[in-house]
């Protein structure tokens, strides 16, 4: 689950060097962190939040083979 969302992230933003993921797993639930170079904020937003949620689409998909619930935030 990682390693697509850096895969992803850092095909979208201009330092992808900057992008740095963080995982934490409970028990019914997967929180990732994506955090960003600040001039990279909105590639990742897109418009009106559109790559964000298709995102996190891709990153619910992904895991529904897990049974698990996943939150994308991006920091």
Do not use: Y
């Not at 895969?7 to 933003?13: Q, R």
């Not at 937003?45 to 991006?74: D, F, H, N």
Request: glycine share 6%; charged share 35%.
């Amino acid at each position: 689950m990682k390693r697509l969302v850096e895969v992803l992230a850092k095909s979208l933003v201009d330092n992808p060097d900057e992008v740095v993921v963080t995982v934490a797993e409970g028990e019914k639930a997967i929180l990732i962190e994506l955090k960003v170079a600040p001039q990279d904020v909105g590639k990742i937003i897109g418009k009106q939040g559109r790559i964000a949620k298709a995102l996190r689409t891709l990153v619910k998909a992904a895991a529904s083979k897990e049974k698990k619930k996943v939150i994308l935030e991006i920091v």
